[in-house]
């Protein structure tokens, strides 16, 4: 069982880390829908686009002409585009997300993923924790310097968001293939493990997204490889320290929050953390975000 000291550092570390934003100031609200969230400063920006959006009273909306999926998807690419060359967003992606109301719901617009955070729509990721021995030994990731998100970070060993026209299985076998060199055949024996959730003020936005969870036992003498330049390196440790590494509030051994969050539903699942310790029920309830917190 993980000890209570590092049950105690590892809340410290995430209750502040996972903190939903204090207020939303903006709801992003198509077809009569919140779709997304914004500070006062991003919709006030927005506000010069007036040929897209209706802001007022702390609600955005697009103008009346534009009414379906590939005119909004169009004004919003354009849109995208002007703030990128603004240095508003991170790094261009080339590549969209759906925006729905869920996950298998019809999309309402599509927007470049650069820019998901920047109008706080709900987004939707996979991620794998690599397993060895039992499941008693978990890999890491050590995330590229030069990402976009997080650089120089610990991950987990599979991780990507689903971009649009998607699977959740389509994106776990490609991740796995392009960041750590596990092949399809493989990376299909990866099991749905549940989901978590994150609702959370960044830098470049609000991060609203549903992270499907998955676990894969990987031989023993499996030694990861990545092959598309996004990691950095590996490393595999025991379950005792990978609570520790979530734990650890800064330095070289940092992990991804959502990294972090993903490890701790591992460690509570598997038993890792003893259901009758202190602070177990309160860890457990960091994987779920409140109805009213994410409306």
Same mark, same amino acid.
């Given at each position: 069982?993980?000890?209570?000291?590092?049950?105690?550092?590892?809340?410290?570390?995430?209750?502040?880390?996972?903190?939903?934003?204090?207020?939303?100031?903006?709801?992003?609200?198509?077809? &009569?829908?919140?779709?997304?969230?914004?500070?006062? #400063?991003?919709?006030?920006?927005?506000?010069?686009?007036?040929?897209?959006?209706?802001?007022?009273?702390?609600?955005?909306?697009?103008?009346?002409?534009?009414?379906?999926?590939?005119? %909004?998807?169009?004004?919003?690419?354009?849109?995208? *585009? $002007?703030?990128?060359?603004?240095? #508003?967003?991170? %790094?261009?992606?080339?590549?969209?997300?759906?925006? *729905?109301?869920?996950?298998?719901?019809?999309?309402? @617009?599509?927007?470049?993923?650069?820019?998901?955070? !920047?109008?706080?729509?709900?987004? !939707?990721?996979?991620?794998?924790?690599?397993?060895?021995?039992?499941?008693?030994?978990?890999?890491?990731?050590?995330?590229?310097?030069?990402? *976009?998100?997080?650089?120089?970070?610990?991950?987990?060993?599979?991780?990507?968001?689903?971009? #649009?026209?998607? $699977?959740?299985?389509?994106?776990?076998?490609?991740?796995?293939?392009?960041?750590?060199?596990?092949?399809?055949?493989?990376?299909?024996?990866?099991?749905?493990?549940?989901?978590?959730?994150?609702?959370?003020?960044?830098?470049? &936005?609000?991060?609203?997204?549903?992270?499907?969870?998955?676990?894969?036992?990987?031989?023993?003498?499996?030694?990861?490889?990545?092959?598309?330049?996004?990691?950095?390196?590996?490393?595999?440790?025991?379950?005792?320290?990978?609570?520790?590494?979530?734990?650890?509030?800064?330095?070289?051994?940092?992990?991804?929050?959502?990294?972090?969050?993903?490890?701790?539903? @591992?460690?509570?699942?598997?038993?890792?953390?003893?259901?009758?310790?202190?602070?177990?029920?309160?860890?457990?309830?960091? %994987?779920?975000?409140?109805?009213?917190?994410?409306?």
């Amino acid at each position: 069982m993980i000890e209570a000291r590092i049950l105690t550092a590892i809340r410290k570390r995430l209750t502040p880390l996972l903190a939903p934003p204090a207020a939303v100031d903006f709801t992003l609200v198509v077809d &009569g829908d919140a779709m997304g969230c914004l500070d006062s #400063a991003r919709a006030e920006r927005l506000a010069r686009f007036s040929h897209v959006f209706d802001v007022e009273r702390g609600r955005i909306r697009f103008v009346p002409t534009l009414v379906d999926v590939e005119a %909004r998807s169009a004004a919003m690419a354009a849109v995208a *585009a $002007t703030l990128a060359q603004e240095g #508003a967003l991170t %790094r261009w992606r080339n590549e969209c997300y759906a925006v *729905a109301t869920g996950f298998d719901a019809m999309p309402r @617009f599509y927007l470049e993923r650069a820019a998901a955070r !920047y109008f706080g729509v709900h987004t !939707y990721a996979a991620h794998v924790n690599g397993a060895t021995d039992g499941f008693t030994r978990l890999w890491f990731a050590r995330r590229a310097s030069d990402k *976009a998100i997080d650089p120089g970070l610990l991950d987990n060993l599979v991780g990507g968001g689903i971009a #649009a026209g998607a $699977t959740i299985e389509g994106t776990v076998i490609k991740e796995a293939g392009e960041e750590a060199g596990i092949e399809a055949s493989l990376a299909r024996y990866a099991r749905a493990a549940g989901r978590v959730e994150i609702f959370r003020a960044q830098p470049d &936005g609000i991060q609203r997204e549903t992270i499907f969870v998955h676990d894969l036992e990987l031989p023993p003498d499996f030694i990861p490889l990545n092959r598309d330049g996004e990691v950095a390196d590996f490393r595999r440790v025991d379950l005792a320290c990978a609570a520790d590494l979530i734990a650890s509030p800064s330095g070289d051994d940092e992990v991804t929050a959502d990294a972090s969050l993903v490890v701790l539903d @591992f460690l509570l699942r598997r038993g890792a953390i003893d259901p009758a310790a202190p602070q177990h029920d309160a860890l457990a309830a960091m %994987r779920t975000v409140s109805a009213s917190a994410s409306a």
